[in-house]
Nanobody, 123 residues
Framework: QVRLVESGGKLVLTGGSLRLSCAAS????????VGWFRQAPGKEREFVAA???????FYADYLEGRFAIFRDNGKNSVLLQMNNLKPEDTAVYYC?????????????????WGQGTQVTVSS
């Protein structure tokens, strides 16, 4: 069973950048499809990005190319590079992992979740 810990969230100004890390332990992150989701206050959890075990990447349409997901196998991690941040990106960001075939976009298809990291974008 894999365990996930997110880090890297903090307060940034509009237009700034952040890199979130999802560190895996217990098993190699490369054995899992890994997704990033976010949840803002009063809103449902929504899909952000995912990377498959074959390193294919998938993104939410609303990102308009501002984010990138990639693996750092040396650190057993999956990273989310976030650029040109906007106040509407403010949320708790969660990473999740799954080793069974399923939808990359659906939170319910992921079996393992981290505790989340807070990203706040101030205008």
């Amino acid at each position: 069973q894999v365990r996930l810990v997110e880090s890297g969230g903090k307060l940034v100004l509009t237009g700034g950048s952040l890199r979130l890390s999802c560190a895996a332990s217990g098993r190699p992150a490369s054995a899992y499809d890994v997704g990033w989701f976010r949840q803002a206050p009063g809103k449902e959890r929504e899909f952000v990005a995912a990377i498959s075990r074959r390193n294919n990447s998938f993104y939410a349409d609303y990102l308009e190319g501002r984010f990138a997901i990639f693996r750092d196998n040396g650190k057993n991690s999956v990273l989310l590079q976030m650029n040109n941040l906007k106040p509407e990106d403010t949320a708790v960001y969660y990473c999740a992992a799954d080793d069974r075939p399923g939808s990359y976009y659906r939170a319910s298809d992921y079996d393992y979740w981290g505790q989340g990291t807070q990203v706040t974008v101030s205008s």
